[in-house]
């Protein structure tokens, strides 16, 4: 499991690596007025912003999740009818680029004869919201113990590690699916009980970041200097992990919406008749053999939003990953 | 090595206990046992007696240590729901998802280890970048939506592979490729990444600096260190597929334990999802324990003291 | 004919803000038998110079050159096969950190082996005597044990020998050693540095020593080139180096180094203001200029190349009397 762990960390931070400026391959220290190994290499925010502005990943990424966002956002506006209401004369009719569509209902609807247009449209709402809520839960939580068992090490370290692989032996699914067959399937059953099975990675990620800047300069000033405990993790360490937390954040968000998609997909997540997308996958099932567009639709949504917060989240990687590194 | 493996043990062990004991509380928590199995019919005073006859009126403590030592003694519960013992069931049911976890685990690899060699060592190249969209689109499909997919072009439209069941080994391939490609992309970002970091290394040079070929460095040379992290996500990935094969097993209506643990929440069969979530567990553990030693062994470092 | 012949070096690297020009055309030669020591502060470009003379530049750097002969063949226009041909066999390099230079997952003996039947075609059991024989001129006891044991259960100083053996056991002419003993302690340095001294009689090595101790160079070298911001700024046999040395940077060089009787304790030693300049874009003129004591306006846009003996030549716009003002 330890090396599991290290493994996570060592891909995560390999993969932090970026593409090396030519004084960088003469070797960090033999480049003229390179940074000290022992100090924080200081990073232009303009050089961010620039490399941000050249990296297609990013970018693309960026545009489609804002899309998405906006869209999530205006949905009472942009949805031309309301996602719940049934018409039973107007049940499985094609999307408009079919044979028998309509703009009427221009992807179609589903076997309630519920615009999906609507759906999707407040299904994004439904991915957005559990997808940000579950990470943020699962965040506060990792983030504590990752940085409390990097910055102390010892004692808090393997107690740490001693929790992470007891919740990694855990089968999150069947746990998710117990809790929520025995609680009640609700949004905020799901964002909880997400919430409380995700936090492992960002625990393990935090550790290791806290790890690495522990032992650099500034921090051991802040203690000559006599700062409190609590003031230096707010203050010196969180800063310093910040990238490290965003990129997770955002991988995992991603994870959340599809760990969601998965529950609902099975019955055991969002109910009828909230709009989630899995959910519609679920129920367009058993109508997909001649039919296809009823899981073609919601899936290509899902599969759109996590892959547009996959390209962000690694653009963010790629353009925050510190210099220098060997 | 000896001290490696057995303090390995312990923590596995300890983590075991844990995990004995979280699986053990969230059922007990989450409902009333003897009324799950007197049913929605029982009166009161039935509910009362099965409570009694079970020992479901002692403190938690004791029903926790009783379960255990069952456990231990190889009693993992009866099922009222099938009327049988839990442990018979699962291990009925277990060879279907130890062939598909495995046949899984298989394609992933076929598919990443090469993948991730081949980008490392042409590094920003265009099979690079196609190796990196692979898997960047890897982890954007959802598996149960990849399944339905699966179904409706191999299965239906171009009737090539059986779409349910699980009686013969062409009843596996669909199902094994929607519960392995999810693995894909992280196998092979770790092996690009680890290919990456070995081939930039001092010893690296230090094979070319005396003249060794191209191929046999990267072949040997490199890959012998690149992969040593490589085992233990594996082992992870191996892991995570016994969740994912809930899914896999349900829109396949294939007879494994992940379909097993899908039933047995839809009917309140508390004992087999209690007895389920150790097993799963116990296997967990036991594969990274397993990758844990065989990294031990693989690296020279950790094996000679 | 010289062993090693280069005239004109030329190492680019391309990157966001303009090309790097590290090594800005170099030249020196290695002969038979002797040994050359590069010596310069970090980032001067001798590292990459020394790689570059195998054929080991990092992907993105444009080397060239007027000449970069071994031994009559012309290295600049080789292929990798060709590469392959002439490392490890015919020239071998050593390089500075043994810790990170020997593959971790492999024994001393199989490295070995390896390096030795891949330029010789014999069966294992010979490559393995070879091997043993290796180990015992670097002066590694036990030197059948030490076959099968793996590089972490060495200690730097045997896994620099390790790395010599592996240079030296195709017999090559001429050994390339990247600062080898820069990694190690100082007494380890003193064997491994006596080590180099005996093979190279024993063979009849060529050796280009690459490092930035002036106190090692006095030591081992039988000539010295001298190298600042990619440039070659004296070169000379050791003996005037150190008595009359040229250049100012020599000279301030020099004066840096504290000699037991001579500098008095308690007096600040001494150091060279300034730093490096930046490599981006073109240079003109004397690199060293603003660090000069006796550097004049014409430093800017001129430099000589002027020579005090024969063998002794240095850049500089004025004689070393001239400077020593």
Request: net charge positive.
């Amino acid at each position: 499991m330890a090396f599991w762990i290290r493994a996570c960390v060592s891909s995560d931070r390999l993969q932090m690596k970026e593409p090396m400026t030519a004084t960088e391959i003469i070797a960090p220290s033999d480049a003229p007025g390179a940074p000290d190994a022992k100090t924080v290499p200081e990073r232009a925010r303009s050089d961010t912003w620039r490399r941000a502005a050249s990296h297609p990943g990013l970018l693309i990424g960026a545009a489609l999740v804002l899309a998405i966002f906006v869209m999530a956002l205006l949905a009472p506006v942009l949805a031309p009818r309301d996602p719940y209401s049934q018409d039973l004369t107007a049940r499985l009719i094609p999307p408009v680029w079919a044979t028998d569509g309509s703009w009427s209902h221009p992807l179609g609807t589903d076997a309630l004869g519920r615009d999906y247009l609507s759906r999707i449209l407040y299904g994004a709402r439904i991915s957005l919201l559990i997808g940000f809520g579950a990470t943020a839960i699962a965040a506060v939580i990792g983030t504590t113990m990752g940085v409390l068992a990097g910055y102390f090490g010892g004692k808090a370290d393997f107690i740490v590690s001693f929790v992470v692989n007891v919740r990694l032996a855990l089968p999150a699914m069947l746990v998710a699916l117990v809790v929520v067959a025995l609680v009640g399937g609700s949004l905020t059953v799901v964002i909880w009980t997400l919430g409380l099975l995700v936090w492992d990675r960002f625990a393990v990620v935090m550790r290791a970041a806290t790890q690495q800047i522990r032992t650099l300069d500034y921090l051991s000033a802040a203690r000559a200097a006599g700062a409190s405990v609590p003031r230096i993790l707010l203050s010196e360490v969180m800063p310093n992990v910040m990238g490290a937390l965003i990129v997770v954040a955002t991988l995992e968000i991603a994870q959340a919406i599809l760990f969601e998609a998965a529950l609902s997909f099975l019955g055991l997540g969002v109910q009828p008749p909230t709009p989630s997308w899995g959910l519609m996958i679920s129920e367009g099932k058993s109508h997909m053999f001649f039919r296809p567009w009823v899981i073609a639709i919601p899936g290509a949504a899902l599969f759109v939003l996590v892959l547009a917060i996959n390209l962000l989240g690694d653009g963010i990687r790629d353009v925050t990953a510190p210099e220098g590194r060997a | 090595m000896l001290t490696f493996a057995l303090k390995r043990l312990g923590l596995t062990l300890l983590v075991l206990v844990s995990v004995s004991l979280i699986t053990f509380a969230l059922v007990r928590l989450a409902g009333d046992p003897a009324v799950a199995i007197a049913g929605p019919e029982a009166s009161q005073e039935e509910i009362e007696a099965l409570r009694i006859a079970y020992g479901f009126d002692r403190p938690l403590p004791t029903q926790y240590v009783s379960w255990l030592g069952d456990v231990l003694r190889g009693d993992l519960g009866y099922s009222n729901i099938l009327q049988r013992p839990v442990l018979d069931v699962i291990l009925e049911r277990l060879p279907v998802t130890a062939k598909l976890a495995g046949l899984a685990l298989v394609i992933a690899l076929l598919l990443a280890l090469p993948l991730g060699v081949i980008a490392a060592a042409r590094r920003n190249t265009s099979i690079d970048r196609l190796a990196l969209s692979i898997a960047v689109v890897g982890q954007a499909l959802p598996n149960f939506f990849f399944a339905l997919i699966l179904i409706l072009v191999f299965g239906v439209t171009l009737r090539w592979l059986p779409i349910s069941g699980d009686a013969t080994f062409w009843h596996y391939v669909m199902p094994a490729i929607a519960l392995g490609y999810f693995a894909t992309p992280a196998i092979m970002r770790l092996t690009r990444a680890g290919m990456i970091e070995v081939l930039d290394s001092d010893y690296i040079r230090t094979a070319r600096a005396m003249g060794l070929p191209r191929r046999r460095v990267v072949f040997k040379h490199a890959m012998r260190n690149a992969l040593i992290p490589v085992v233990s996500l594996t082992a992870v990935q191996l892991g995570s597929m016994l969740s994912g094969s809930i899914i896999v097993e349900s829109v396949f209506s294939m007879n494994g334990i992940g379909r097993l643990g899908w039933q047995s929440i839809q009917r309140t069969d508390l004992e087999m999802m209690q007895a389920l979530v150790l097993i799963i567990a116990v296997i967990y553990l036991a594969l990274n324990y397993f990758a844990d030693i065989l990294n031990g062994l693989l690296d020279p470092r950790l094996r000679v003291q | 004919m010289s062993l090693l012949n280069v005239r004109n070096l030329r190492i680019d690297i391309p990157g966001p803000r303009g090309t790097l020009h590290a090594v800005r055309g170099v030249g020196f030669h290695v002969e038979k038998g002797e040994t050359l020591c590069i010596v310069g502060e970090s980032g001067c470009g001798k590292s990459l110079t020394s790689h570059a003379l195998l054929g080991l530049s990092p992907k993105i750097a444009q080397v060239e050159a007027d000449q970069l002969s071994f031994d009559g063949t012309d290295l600049r226009q080789l292929r990798e096969r060709e590469w392959q041909s002439l490392r490890g066999k015919r020239m071998s390099m050593i390089f500075q950190d043994p810790m990170t230079s020997l593959n971790p997952s492999f024994t001393i003996g199989s490295m070995l082996e390896e390096v030795y039947l891949r330029h010789h075609r014999v069966g294992r059991a010979q490559a393995r005597a070879r091997a043993v024989d290796m180990l015992k001129k670097v002066g590694i006891g036990n030197a059948e044990e030490r076959l099968s044991q793996y590089p972490h259960q060495l200690s730097g100083g045997l896994r620099q020998r390790v790395m010599i053996a592996m240079g030296l056991i195709c017999g090559p002419d001429l050994l390339i050693a990247d600062e080898p003993t820069t990694a190690l302690d100082v007494n380890i340095q003193l064997q491994i540095l006596r080590l180099l001294q005996d093979l190279k009689q024993d063979m009849g090595l060529g050796i280009l020593f690459v490092t930035h101790d002036l106190g090692l160079v006095a030591r081992f070298a039988d000539r010295v080139a001298v190298m600042y911001a990619g440039r070659i700024v004296e070169t000379a046999p050791v003996a005037e180096l150190f008595a009359r040395p040229c250049h100012p940077y020599t000279r301030a060089l020099i004066n840096c180094i504290p000699v037991p009787g001579r500098t008095r304790p308690g007096a600040p030693l001494g150091a060279i203001p300034g730093v490096v300049p930046s490599l981006v874009g073109t240079q003109t003129g004397c690199a060293f200029r603003d660090r000069c004591a006796a550097a004049s306006p014409v430093c800017a846009h001129a430099l000589d190349r002027r020579t005090d003996t024969p063998a002794h030549a240095y850049e500089c716009n004025f004689t070393p009397e001239e400077t020593a003002a």
